[in-house]
T-cell receptor, first 115, second 113 residues
Framework: EAQVTQNPRYLITVTGKKLTVTCSQN?????MSWYRQDPGLGLRQIYY???????DKGDVPEGYKVSRKEKRNFPLILESPSPNQTSLYFC??????????????FGPGTRLLVL | GDSVTQMEGPVTLSEEAFLTINCTYT??????LFWYVQYPGEGLQLLLK?????DKGSNKGFEATYRKETTSFHLEKGSVQVSDSAVYFC????????????FGTGTRLLVSP
């Protein structure tokens, strides 16, 4: 089944304790992104990757890191989490553009609470 | 910068009622427009899309028409069901060489029997 998976789905942690949220897709997509969803703000892009070893900042990258060592995986790293990073996180992937309007495929989300 | 504005919710309807969720956008170029739906506890999934002016996207009884003159992409359904209860996001992407979606804030739809 074609899908984007994220782990963990739920995470409670404390300020300053490094964590990684994994994202994996089995559709051989080139493009991958991370978004955070906050009430009243919709989804905002954190980082994106156009291919292996190619990553760039989105709209809200502060406090996050990413890596893309393999095509299928795009982990999100919080080196020193803070309470303002409490949010719902989504990973998404998209096939390489063949034209405008490609669909993004979203993972199920990771709900993070930073105490 | 690009932006998407959606009507605030929640929108509360009875089953079989007509649905409209308004969406307007601001973009520098000629974006593609999308409606994504998020069912409780799930990730987002594409509901429909339109890639150029006057295109109509449709799926599962939902429709939206890309109106360049009014910069709008309103979502409509003639007869909603309880199973349509979800959060609906309007979004756009510019043809800038990478896939970045700019989302509206989302509109929660609650349909009662």
């Amino acid at each position: 089944e074609a899908q984007v998976t994220q782990n963990p789905r739920y995470l409670i942690t404390v300020t300053g304790k490094k964590l990684t949220v994994t994202c994996s897709q089995n559709m051989n997509h080139e493009y991958m992104s991370w978004y955070r969803q906050d009430p009243g703000l919709g989804l905002r892009q954190i980082y994106y990757s156009m291919n292996v070893e190619v990553t760039d900042k989105g709209d809200v990258p502060e406090g996050y890191k990413v890596s893309r060592k393999e095509k299928r995986n795009f982990p999100l790293i919080l080196e020193s989490p803070s309470p303002n990073q409490t949010s719902l996180y989504f990973c998404a992937s998209t096939p390489k553009r063949t034209g405008v309007g490609e669909t993004q495929y979203f993972g199920p989300g990771t709900r993070l609470l930073v105490l | 910068g690009d932006s998407v504005t959606q009507m605030e919710g929640p929108v509360t309807l009875s089953e079989e009622a007509f649905l409209t969720i308004n969406c307007t956008y601001t973009a520098t170029g000629y974006p593609s427009l999308f409606w994504y739906v998020q069912y409780p506890g799930e990730g987002l999934q594409l509901l429909l899309k339109a890639t150029k002016a006057d295109d109509k996207g449709s799926n599962k009884g939902f429709e939206a028409t890309y109106r360049k003159e009014t910069t709008s992409f309103h979502l409509e359904k003639g007869s909603v069901q309880v199973s349509d209860s979800a959060v609906y996001f309007c979004a756009l992407s510019e043809d800038t060489g990478f896939q970045k979606l700019v989302f509206g804030t989302g509109t929660r739809l609650l349909v009662s029997p």
